[in-house]
């Protein structure tokens, strides 16, 4: 069942490259498991709806290649490339603000569905606080697609980067407090979704039933 959704993500390519995903995801030691790392990055940073679902990708080809040889090339690739693409973040954000929004959706994503012994990859903890530092910092607070981004991570992810490190939660949550009381020019939907996730992580990474109907409809609204 898994595999068919996976199949079903990858309509979006060439029928060449298809071929070389669902191989991947079955057999990954028969195919250059660089070229499907890049494959995966690249329309990741393209494709932010892709980029949200290529982390359950990542983690398939990670699982098929542990169970037929124990190998771990597909890992070390992604963790590789990811590397590249973070030293580059800042070049990135200034050239393309939607390729960076995909590059920290992306690597949340693999930090949320990749696990080592059922814990978080450590290699990836403190990357994904620094691009989520980036995104609290006051003129990221001032785009709306960036704060967006922001609380969508800390929503799916937050509770597991606290439990790795809860000094750099609080210094993030800190940056994101300030900016809400005393940043000058706020947009009133960011300063709505800072409130939202304040109160998200007081609630012990939840919201009461009151306070999400309560921001449910002012979003729509």
């Known amino acids: 069942m898994e595999n068919s959704k996976e199949d079903y993500k990858i309509q979006s390519f060439d029928l060449e490259t298809q071929k070389l995903l669902k191989t991947a995801l079955k057999e990954p030691s028969t195919v250059d498991l660089e070229k499907v790392t890049n494959v995966l990055v690249d329309q990741s940073l393209k494709d932010r709806v892709f980029s949200k679902e290529a982390g359950r990708i990542c983690y398939t080809i990670v699982q098929a290649e542990a169970k037929h040889n124990n190998g771990n090339v597909f890992r070390r690739n992604l ?87 809860g000094q750099k939660m609080d210094e993030l949550f800190y940056l994101l407090r300030d900016g809400f009381l005393l940043q000058e020019g ?14 998200f992580r007081a609630g012990g990474w939840m919201l009461s039933d009151t306070a999400q109907k309560y921001y449910y409809s002012e979003v729509t609204d």
């Open 79 to 165: 963790l590789n490339r990811l590397q590249l693409e973070f030293v580059a973040r800042e070049d990135t954000r200034l050239r393309s603000l939607q390729e960076w929004v995909c590059f920290v959706t992306f690597i949340c994503n693999v930090f949320d569905y990749l696990k080592v012994n059922n814990m978080p990859m450590v290699a990836l903890v403190h990357p994904v606080f620094d691009c989520l530092l980036r995104l609290a910092q006051p003129d990221s607070l001032n785009n709306e697609e960036e704060v967006d981004c922001l609380v969508l991570q800390l929503h799916r992810i937050g509770d597991q980067l606290e439990k790795m490190d």
């Open 186 to 199: 706020l947009s009133s939907m960011a300063r709505l979704l800072l409130l939202e996730i304040l109160e």
